[in-house]
């Protein structure tokens, strides 16, 4: 019997490094799409992952960037597989993304209708358009300290 | 016919639909009127390329003979495509775009939904991730529409042209024929008698609050879902798939 030699809860570490392309201030566990780590007697890594929207170009590029990460720590034989269900929505961000998604000067997702400037905190803010450089953001501008923002939709 | 082979026509149904209306929003990207609008549609059109590519390597899957979501997309011809007529008519102007959308749309959220409760786990699964974006794109058109119609004279008279004119593609639909009621008895599918009424409800709805009036029954068109499809379909597939059939195997 072969036991396996990787430790789960490193991976796991390596894998909160791994950056979301588009949203760079997220990793991809801040982002909820790391679904589970799995290691196999024979020290096979899987990683499942869930695709954020349907479309998502980013998808594919995560998925190199987990294997070349896995990989650069010296684990060969990293497989990766995708799983549609439950179908990820902004609720999967942690709270700890939702922070750091803030001091990047990107609103996070909220139930409310009023969002609050991610540089000012002021609620004095509008909405300018539904839809931003990303399916994922709508473009917004704070009417006190009259900076734009990104807001992450809620989906 | 078979069961397996109902669903995989049917799923190839489904992913005709999606890459064929987001190749006519493809063609809108860079000219839409406004910048808005031109961001929601390159989103829109996006969101139907992700459900196309799920729904082909699902197909793909259940036809067993190792073809991809690009061998199905781009080497299949004109009488292969299973989408409906409505989704391959031109872009016209941005009256008639969006009418296609909303039309589609309104139908198409209610399938989902009911997908969502099929016992094919692959289908299930894409319907669930699906169906969150299309309820957003619905409310989108839907507030176009009310727009248009409860706009000015001209953009109202104009758009009630695009429903007029498109009214003809919709009854396709819901002409349930063998692979519908298949999926519908073995794998507790959509039921089209229950979708219609909830489409009719909701375009109903969305219609007159615009001010605008609902085409009259009339004759409608079909054959899309059989192979059978309207000039159209096959100058878009000329240039969609123009790379993969001049250099075949091409990757970058």
Known sequence: MVAATIDKAQVHEWLAEVLDPEVPALSIVDLGIVREVEVSAADVVTVTLTPTYSGCPATEVIETSVTEALN??????????????????TDWITAE???????????????????ACPQCESL????????????CKASWRCCDCLEPFEYFKCL | MKTDEALLAYTLRLADNALILSQRMVELVAAEPELEEELANANFALDFIGQARMLYTRAGELEGLGRSEDDLAFTRD?????????????????????VRQFLFEAFYVHLLDALTRCSDK???EIAARAIKEVKYHFRHNSLWLLRLGDGTELSHERVQQSLDDAWRYT???FVADEIDAVVQDQFDGPDLVEIQKLWRRDVENTVREATLKLPED???ASG?????????????????????????????
């Open chain 1, 97 to 115: 993304g939702r922070e750091k998604l803030r001091r990047y000067g990107i609103a996070p997702p909220s139930p409310s209708l009023t969002i």
């Open chain 2, 78 to 98: 004109e009488h292969e495509f299973r989408n409906l007529l409505l989704l391959e008519q031109p872009n016209g102007h941005f009256g008639d775009a969006l």
């Open chain 2, 171 to 173: 009854g396709e639909m």
């Open chain 1, 124 to 135: 004095n803010t509008e909405r300018v358009s539904e839809f931003g450089s990303t399916a």
């Open chain 2, 224 to 252: 899309g879902k059989q192979g059978q499809h309207s000039e159209h379909l096959g100058f878009l597939l000329a240039e969609m798939q123009y790379l993969q059939r001049s250099f075949p195997g091409a990757t970058w």
């Open chain 2, 122 to 124: 692959g289908l299930s």
């Open chain 2, 218 to 220: 009339q004759w409608m």
């Open chain 1, 72 to 89: 650069s720590r010296g684990i060969g034989n990293v497989c990766i597989k995708r799983v549609l269900s439950p179908p990820w929505t």
